[in-house]
């Protein structure tokens, strides 16, 4: 990865099972992952879990 920083087109979101949204880059994905739970512990780390950033409302 360079050192520039990711925009919003180099993200990917994912939805687990219960509905919670993660961002993630597009680099840290392999192949078509469609929910959280397809992904893998190396992939899940380029992954931010969306309601610690927004908040649960």
């Known amino acids: 990865m360079s050192d ?3 925009g919003y087109g180099d993200l990917v ?3 687990d099972k219960d509905g ?3 961002a993630c880059s ?7 992952i469609k929910t959280k ?3 893998s512990e190396a992939e899940l780390a380029g ?3 969306l309601s610690t ?5």
């Open 26 to 32: 597009v680099d840290a994905l392999k192949g078509k």
């Open 13 to 15: 979101w994912v939805r």
């Open 53 to 57: 950033v927004i908040g649960n409302w």
């Open 20 to 22: 919670k949204e993660y």
């Open 4 to 6: 520039e920083k990711a």
């Open 47 to 49: 992954c931010t879990d």
């Open 37 to 39: 739970e397809e992904m």
